[in-house]
């Protein structure tokens, strides 16, 4: 028998149980259902003499998303009891089956999910007229700029606060494989670098980038050095906070060394 007919076979099955819960007081009991008459038709019929113009409608919908909050999960562990032949195929049913959805097949059901997230992200952006562009990508050569460049995360944020967005341009060409980046603390050096990883990070995942117009090479490792949160207070900058940290670093024994030589 085939995945797809014992799935069919499966799902048959588990429709065609029916059960009652009595629930009575801060209680409920669950057993199985014995045709018992559904009152239903004949408590409106009565009732119908007595309706004067449109009556509030006070059915309770039950949700339909897949979790079940604690009530529900005891109800079907009881009804699992009262039909533990059915309940014992589905449980040899997933331990047959734990992956049967095809890798590809996945792996694109969480990609497009990121791909049409990504692509709300960038709406109130381009509301704003920030450029959006696919780059052109190579994994050969090294020459990479972009037009028009910003960092994503700030601009959402400031487009929010109804604030202005300064681009940049930048561009690498020849034996060129540097950029040095200076100015004052709060300047936009690291807004800066930030927008440089994302562009190509973005580019190699297939995104729309940042900018009017860019052409960026397909790295093969992305490597960063950031502080979860910059502290203006101190007046130091970056490089200025990595050179204190390597001269506080203790040096290695001569044993150390000689290990290492070895």
Known sequence: MTLFRKTKALKAALADIEYCAVVKGSSFTVRKYEGETDYSADVEETFAKFKQGAANDYKVRFPTNLDMNHIEAKIVEFVAKLHPEVFADLRHFCTACPAFIDQTV?????????????????????????????????????????????????????????????????????????????????????????????????????????????????????????EKQEKVENLRGKLEDDLGAVSQHPKPSDAAIDYYHE
């Open 106 to 226: 996945a792996a694109f059901d969480r990609e497009v999910q990121f791909y049409i997230a990504y692509l709300d992200y960038c709406v109130p952006l381009k509301r704003a007229r920030l450029p959006f562009c696919y780059p052109l990508v190579s994994n050969k050569s090294k020459e990479v700029y972009d037009r028009d460049s910003f960092d994503i995360a700030l601009a959402h944020k400031l487009v929010g606060q109804g604030s202005a967005i300064v681009c940049n341009d930048f561009y690498l060409t020849g034996r060129e494989r540097i950029l040095v980046v200076s100015g004052p603390n709060q300047g936009g050096k690291t807004t800066f670098a930030r927008a440089f990883g994302q562009l190509h990070y973005l580019a190699s995942i297939g995104c729309p980038v940042p900018g009017s117009e860019a052409r960026l090479f397909l790295f093969d490792q992305l490597f960063t050095h950031f």
